[in-house]
């Protein structure tokens, strides 16, 4: 049998909310995390594997990204400050190691290297750095080290002396390997990201100077990002939406991932008419325009009037929809939100969260169902490792 099959033994049938969320906290901290936390790790040369194949094998042959370094020290600190698995610190500090020591450039952190630690992409961009502040964020959590509070902090500086656009607002994207500025179009989704990690840094630490600057990044959304009603994703370099098909481009993942932050921004700043004004509008749209009504599945992309433009399923939108559903059910009161948090629950489990083996998944479903890809990325264990933590936080269930 496929290791990806929606039909795998085991989560097909899910009887009752309670169940189900037992069964999603158990295939991570039963099944699936201690098998990453013994074949993710590269115990040769140090850090995270990329991805595993359908065999559950690590995939040598990429280099390792940034990314994927932090959003595992993000995994496992989570797993430590619950209890969740055991030596979780230790190894959320294996993959700090690899990242102080190979990633760490004049006040920035490089796009990637090979698998030995050697530069393979120095670029330094905007979206990477957010994560760091993340990952370090939760690793000071889970380990109280000032050490790694202080290169947070000073990634912090980094993106203030270097990165800031103060003609414009918000952040450019980045340095090139040269040091020039990028020339990408500007985007949406890192400054997401960074307003994400100055609300860890804020439960890290109590200080609320960070929560003063996410405020001033939900602000840059509001009057840069959100346009007639959607979360644009791409920008000119003065934060207008591009003229070009990409500019009218919607993500209803990041429309779900902007609920939960602007929700979570609301519980931990005091309520903000405002800011729960944004959350309906892009909570709405989602909704209405991002979720297939036939299999449940939240859609990878539609344009800006709703249209659907890419029909296939990732597996990081529907868990980033749990964490909107959760929210505003459990927050805004909205009681429909309740019924859509448990037919996503069981739509995640029943088609994307195969038990035919410990460690896989469903990355990427086409919208007949079938799998689109033959790996599963480790950067995709962040989204279900915060989405599991955010629904028993939020909504916990006990069966009668």
């Known amino acids: 049998m496929n290791r990806n099959d929606s039909t795998a033994s085991g989560v097909e049938e899910v009887c009752g909310t309670a169940a189900a969320q037992q069964r999603l906290h158990d295939w991570l901290y039963e099944r699936t995390l201690p098998f990453w936390q013994q074949h993710g790790i590269d115990r040769e040369s140090g850090g995270f594997h990329e991805r595993l194949d359908l065999d559950c094998r690590p995939i040598l042959s990429d280099g390792k990204r940034l990314i994927v370094q932090a959003r595992q020290i993000y995994v496992f600190s989570q797993a430590c400050i619950g209890g969740l698995l055991d030596s979780a610190l230790e190894t959320a500090q294996h993959g700090f190691k690899f990242l102080v020591a190979h990633y760490r450039l004049d006040g920035g952190w490089r796009h990637s290297v090979r698998r030995d630690g050697t530069n393979l992409d120095a670029r330094c961009e905007f979206y990477d750095q957010a994560f760091v502040i993340f990952a370090l964020a939760w690793l000071y959590r889970a380990s109280g080290d000032k050490t790694v509070l202080a290169l947070a902090e000073s990634t912090l500086d980094f993106l203030d002396t270097t990165l800031a656009d103060k003609a414009n607002g918000g952040f450019g994207e980045g340095l090139a390997a040269d040091g020039s500025a990028s020339q990408q179009p500007r985007r949406q989704n890192p400054h997401m990201h960074l307003l994400e990690a100055l609300m860890a840094l804020h439960d890290a630490t109590g200080d609320d100077g960070y929560l003063n600057r996410a405020a001033a990044l939900i602000t840059l959304a509001k009057d840069r990002f959100i346009v007639d009603g959607s979360l644009r994703e791409y920008f000119t370099a003065d934060l207008k939406p591009l003229s ?31 800011v729960s004004a944004m959350a309906d509008q892009l909570y709405r749209f989602a909704v209405e325009h991002g979720i297939d009504a036939q299999s449940g599945r939240v ?45 996503a629950l069981a739509m995640l489990l029943r088609d994307h969260l195969s038990e035919s083996a410990p460690g896989a998944w469903c990355e990427h479903r086409r919208p007949d169902g079938t799998s689109m890809v033959e790996a599963m990325p480790a950067s995709t264990l962040y989204h279900l490792v915060f989405a599991c933590s955010e629904i028993e936080r939020l909504a916990p269930r006990i069966d009668d």
């Not at 990409?246 to 609920?259: K, L, N």
């Not at 979570?264 to 903000?272: D, H, I, T, V, Y």
């Not at 505003?328 to 037919?343: P, S, V, Y």
């Open 244 to 274: 070009s098909l990409a500019g009218r481009q919607v993500e209803p993942g990041h429309h779900f991932e902007w609920v939960w932050l602007l929700s979570r921004f609301n519980e931990l700043a005091g309520a903000s008419a405002d």
């Open 299 to 343: 859609f990878d992309e539609v344009d800006c009037d709703g249209k659907q433009t890419k029909s296939s399923h990732r597996v990081w939108p529907q868990a980033e929809a749990l964490k909107a559903h959760a929210a505003r059910w459990a927050l805004a009161g909205d009681l429909k939100a309740e019924i859509r948090l448990d037919g």
